[in-house]
């Protein structure tokens, strides 16, 4: 599967919607090259009630119908597209996220054909992964610290030559 028409599809509507929400999970992951799959997309956002309008009609706009999962417990906002099984969830509340405005303030943006995506730095989706410590997440956690690692590797690197320290 290609995410990207989705990735394209989700950064206009919000851009369109000024919708403000971070990319978390293997989505967030995956956009920052970790070699990792996922079916879904899930995101953080502030819940306001303007907010909550905002949702309302980004699901008009994709044809899509926003669920309440184990309501009214639960602060997850589940959005289907019923034809294609596109899903993307809204949380209010992530494990291991203290806050919408720290996610958003170490997020990335990561641009999608004129539009943008804030995306979750991979420190805060091992964060994550690791509070929820359901099986597949645990699972994942190899591979999400191996590429974080790496990033940390390159940067050092990258700053290093900068300094005239390198090659």
């Known amino acids: 599967m290609d995410a990207r028409p989705y990735l394209v599809e989700m950064a206009k509507l919000f851009r369109q919607h000024n919708l ?61 597209r019923e034809r294609d099984q596109f899903q993307i969830d809204f949380m209010v509340v992530a494990h291991g996220v203290r806050s919408f405005e720290g996610l958003r303030a170490r997020a990335s943006r990561v641009e999608f054909d004129g539009a943008s995506l804030l995306v979750a730095s991979l420190d805060d989706i091992i964060k994550s992964k690791e509070a929820a410590a359901r099986p597949r997440d645990l699972a994942a956690l190899p591979i999400l610290k191996d590429a974080a690692n790496e990033k940390k590797a390159d940067k050092s690197e990258r700053e290093a030559r900068s300094d005239g320290q390198g090659p």
């Open 20 to 80: 403000e929400a971070v990319l978390l999970g293997n989505a967030g992951a995956a956009v920052q090259g970790v070699p990792i799959t996922t079916v879904d997309f899930d995101f953080m956002f502030r819940k306001t009630p303007v907010n909550v309008r905002k949702l309302k009609r980004i699901a008009d706009a994709l044809g899509a119908i926003i669920y309440r999962p184990y309501y009214p417990v639960s602060s997850l906002y589940r959005m289907v």
